[in-house]
C-alpha cells in the first residue's frame, strides 16, 4: 500500500551539489523511519542517511558525514538528502526506504518499503 518515489538524480561534476527528494502516498502513513541507501553495480546496497519521524534524530554513514544532509517535511510527506561536494565514489543508485523500527534501523533489512531508485552520477 505504501507507494515511495525517488527523485532529483542526475549528472554532476566532482565537487557539486544535488538534492534528492522522497514521496510517500498511498495513505496516511505517519511514525517512520526514512531512510537513504545506494547501490553501484557490483557492490552492496549500503547505508546512506537516516531520519526519524520527529526529525530530532539523524545518522549518516561515515563515509557521507559531514558532506550529505538529510530532512523532512511531514506536512508534504517528503524527505530530502542534500548532497554536497560530491565524488565520483558516490555514484549509485540512490533509494529511499520507510521503516516503522525505532531501533536506529540501519540495515538494508530493517526497511520493508522501498522506492524504485534515482541514478546519481558523478563525473571525474
Known amino acids: 500500500q505504501v507507494q515511495v518515489v525517488e527523485s532529483g538524480g542526475g549528472l554532476v561534476q566532482t565537487g557539486g551539489s544535488l538534492r534528492l527528494s522522497c514521496v510517500v502516498s498511498?495513505?496516511?502513513?505517519?511514525?517512520?523511519?526514512s531512510g537513504w541507501f545506494r547501490q553501484a553495480p557490483g557492490k552492496e546496497r549500503e547505508f546512506v542517511a537516516s531520519?526519524?519521524?520527529?526529525?530530532?534524530?539523524?545518522y549518516y554513514g561515515d563515509s557521507v558525514k559531514g558532506r550529505f544532509t538529510i530532512s523532512r517535511d511531514n506536512a508534504k510527506n517528503t524527505v530530502s538528502l542534500q548532497m554536497n561536494s560530491l565524488k565520483p565514489d558516490d555514484t549509485a543508485v540512490y533509494y529511499c526506504?520507510?521503516?516503522?523500527?525505532?531501533?536506529?534501523?540501519?540495515?538494508?533489512?530493517?526497511?520493508?518499503?522501498w522506492g524504485q531508485g534515482t541514478q546519481v552520477t558523478v563525473s571525474s
Open positions: 526506504a520507510l521503516t516503522w523500527r525505532t531501533n536506529n534501523p540501519q540495515r538494508v533489512t530493517d526497511f520493508a518499503s
Open positions: 531520519i526519524n519521524w520527529s526529525g530530532h534524530s539523524t
Open positions: 498511498g495513505g496516511t502513513f505517519i511514525g517512520y523511519t
